[in-house]
């Protein structure tokens, strides 16, 4: 009996043994153990008064299993370079850009692999780019944020590399076909896309609800509804501007320019590239800013960056604006306003009864500058994982995002019917032709004369027409 026992225990020892000496199964996700109890019968011979009982024991064996754990959506499953790399990330900071940079910093996960991101506000965000960009040498960024415009202006010097060898390759692995064309769309230059869209945006109305209900008021539908609503929003003592949208620098300007001018059913450029934007329609957009801007805003308010309006939204010195999608999610953010629940949101004011709403279809992009000593591929997975399924369903909390999926989910915040409404019947974009982004710096560089008085709306648009001409015919955009 007892030499029984003893070759039972060996052979228990040698089954663990043999378990524990087995190689390790080939697993994909990751892998974690967990113990489980399994109760296993033997039978066990046992003399008795020399006869033979068979006596059922049970023996409590702990078997170790290998369970797969599906990835988790605040990992970095990127493959670890062979040597120590680091990318580098320059953008502008709101809600959601905000949540993006710390998606991209969970790849310092990764073994070889360190990620830094700096956000600035935008302006300085988009000079240090193009600054950085221009440049002969390798550039300091690997990864830099750009709107269309500044897309399309770096893509036309060639200072960032398209990306659809990288979309061709990844597009089942991070499931790119989610992200609608009309997106890509507005990353393409010359017929290749150069961004990968991580922010749907457009320009919508935002109002204080408490001060429109003491003063009686309706949501605008047109700006002479926001110029007659100024005119009451003044009696508030507390409030430094009834309304404002931003004019404190050139490119500020373009934008108003353009959401105005689409709005009286104009556009920038003809069939043959020469200027449209000097039309009546052109001088009709002008000539309304500067109406708000002398019944809403004065000289002091043409200071007020994009930055500002949103704090003076949250602080209550200002009752309403025509500002970014992007800054609605702050609006309900305790730790940021004051008036959550409070300030409203409306598409954005039209030009005329029955016209498009006077905001843009707009969108934020990832891309990679041309000149940069670190893989392009890495660069890229490292993008596509701050901005996959996953990351973008916590990312709809804070502003529009791009993937279809997301939307069919419900996600989204209070402001997403007058952003949605905006960009289906709104200024839409700048268009696909190169040479706009010329058009674009000659507005920028001319308009705001304007606001000084050194120019007249008709002289500033056929100044800025007369400088694209110039530069459209060097480019070879005009013969």
Known sequence: ?????????????????????????????????????????????????????????????????????????????????????????????????????????????????????????????????????????????????????????????????????FIAKYKDQYDLGDISEALYKLGTYDGKVYGIPIVANTMHYFYRTDLFQKYGLQVPDTYDDVIASCAVLKQEKDLDLPFTINLHAGWAWRVEFHNMLKAYGGTWLNEDSTPAFNSPEGVKAVKKILEVVEACIGQEGLTWSIDNTEIGLETGTLASANTWASRAANMDNPDKSQFVGIIGFAPAPRAVPGGPHAGPAAADFYAIPTRTDVDPDLIFRVIMEAADLESQTEAAKLGLVTRNAVAKAGAGGRYLEAALATIANGAGNYGTNPAVALARAAIENILPKVATGEMTPEQALNAAADLYVTEAKKQGYIK
Not at 127 to 137: F, M, T, V
């Open 1 to 165: 009996m007892k030499k029984l026992s003893v070759l039972l225990v060996v052979a228990i020892l040698a089954t663990l043994f043999a378990a524990c000496a087995a190689p390790a199964p080939q697993v994909v996700e990751r892998v974690v153990t967990k113990e489980v109890e399994k109760v296993v019968t033997r039978e066990v011979e046992k003399v008795v008064t020399q006869q033979v009982e068979k006596v059922v024991t049970q023996v409590v064996e702990k078997v170790v299993e290998a369970t797969p754990v599906p990835p988790q959506p605040s990992g970095c499953n990127v493959a670890a370079p062979e040597k120590a790399t680091q990318i580098d990330m320059i953008g502008w900071a709101f809600p959601i850009t905000q949540f993006y940079a710390k998606e991209l910093e969970k790849c310092n996960s990764v073994q070889n692999l360190r990620v830094n991101t700096q956000l600035l506000d935008s302006g300085s965000a988009k000079e240090q780019i193009r600054l950085a960009l221009s440049g002969k040498g390798t550039s300091p960024y690997e990864i830099v944020h750009v709107d269309d415009a500044l897309l399309t202006d770096l893509a036309a010097q060639g200072q960032i590399q398209p990306l659809d060898e």
